[in-house]
């Protein structure tokens, strides 16, 4: 089946420091994916809608300056979260939409846990 | 705005049948999911059934949607202990954004 990869799967960082997150879907071409965010014990809340080629859309209330996305091919996203406070501290989660194949398969990848000293 | 409501706890024996429900209200929904989440884990998609559809079924699992009453159900027969987990519903609906709507997710707790 279709394979959407994160990395880092977990990453510690101290406050006021960068930090990327990758989205890759291994065996497809994704011209969207999308950007959650997870907090202990809830729902995924939507970030953003990154398309290849061009801006992302964020949601309401995700400030765009902090949480910079890129999407720079049909198989690669990148979520940078910038100046990390303690309270960015989640669990972020990537979706990829398969490009071309049936519309309605939207795969996910594994999450990537990041804490902020 | 739009909404998906599901139970937030199901407890079952092994060997019993689970059935997860879930209800949505848009209208326009084209596809619907059901995903898993195990402890410290990413999303699994499960399966999803597109809006035409009333039933589809896969090894154990079946999906029934009701459109007219907006009602989705995930059926697993036989649990086994390894189907703890949570699972989400989501919609997504006709819009281009192909933006999902989630469920607060159903923990499902299967005693041998």
């Known amino acids: 089946g279709a394979v959407v990869s994160q990395h880092p799967s977990w990453v510690i960082c101290k406050s006021g420091t960068s930090v990327k997150i990758e989205c890759r879907s291994l065996?497809?071409?994704?011209?969207?994916m999308f950007w959650y965010r997870q907090f202990p014990k809830q729902s995924l809340m939507l970030m953003a809608t990154?398309?290849?080629?061009?801006?992302?859309?964020?949601e309401q209330g995700v400030e765009k300056d902090k949480f910079l996305i890129n999407h720079a091919s049909l198989t690669l996203s990148t979520l940078t979260v910038t100046s990390a406070h303690p309270e960015d501290s989640s669990f972020y989660i990537c979706?990829?939409?398969?490009?071309?194949?049936?519309?309605?398969?939207?795969?996910f990848g594994e999450g990537s846990r990041l804490t902020v000293l | 705005g739009e909404d998906v409501e599901q139970s937030l706890f199901l407890s079952v024996r092994e060997g019993d049948s689970s059935v997860i429900n879930c209800t949505y209200t848009?209208?326009?929904?084209?596809?619907l999911y059901w995903y898993k989440q195990e402890p410290g884990a990413g999303l699994q998609l499960l399966t999803y059934?597109?809006?035409n559809m009333d039933m589809k079924q896969d090894q154990r699992l079946t999906v029934l949607l009701n459109k007219k009453d907006k009602h989705l159900s995930l059926r697993i027969a036989d649990t086994q202990t390894g189907d703890s987990a949570i699972y989400f519903c989501?919609?997504?609906?006709?819009?281009?954004?192909?933006?999902?709507?989630w469920g607060l997710g159903t923990s499902l707790a299967v005693n041998p």
């Open positions: 979706s990829a939409l398969r490009t071309g194949g049936d519309t309605g398969e939207l795969f």
């Open positions: 065996d497809f071409q994704a011209t969207t």
């Open positions: 990154s398309n290849e080629g061009s801006k992302a859309t964020y």
């Open positions: 848009d209208s326009s929904s084209t596809y």
């Open positions: 059934i597109f809006s």
């Open positions: 989501a919609e997504m609906g006709a819009g281009n954004n192909r933006k999902l709507i």
